[in-house]
């Protein structure tokens, strides 16, 4: 079974950087896509961004082109989320999903899911 495990999340203030991970449990030779996904207050989740494992390729939601960065790290089998100039309306639960040949922007149907991480970002 493979396990997703998301850390780095915190309070940080408006304009500000975090850093999210996203470690897969076992070897991700099983793991052909990933993505980013958050969920805020009274919202439905929605994608942020996704990265195919083999190859490097992004994608982006519109609301975080240009500030936020995937990219994943094969020797540690993990997975980043850069996020710059962060905003109040960046504040959510941060969750990472991965799957063996599913690349789009359903939460659901992502194989395996994340348990999340907080980000609040103060004005």
């Known amino acids: 079974q493979v396990r997703l495990v998301e850390s780095g999340g915190g309070l940080v203030q408006a304009g500000g950087s975090l850093r999210l991970s996203c470690t897969v449990s076992r070897r991700t030779f099983d793991i052909y896509h990933m993505g980013w996904f958050r969920q805020a207050p009274g919202k439905e989740r929605e994608f942020v961004g996704g990265?195919?494992?083999?190859?490097?390729?992004?994608t982006y939601a519109d609301s975080v082109k240009g500030r936020f960065t995937i990219s994943r790290d094969n020797a540690k089998n993990t997975m980043f989320l850069q996020m710059n100039s962060l905003k109040p309306e960046d504040t959510a639960v941060y969750y990472c999903?991965?799957?063996?040949?599913?690349?789009?922007?359903?939460?659901?149907?992502?194989?395996?899911r994340g348990q999340g991480t907080q980000v609040t970002v103060s004005s």
């Open positions: 999903a991965a799957s063996n040949y599913y690349t789009g922007t359903y939460y659901t149907s992502y194989a395996w």
């Open positions: 990265i195919t494992w083999s190859s490097g390729s992004t």
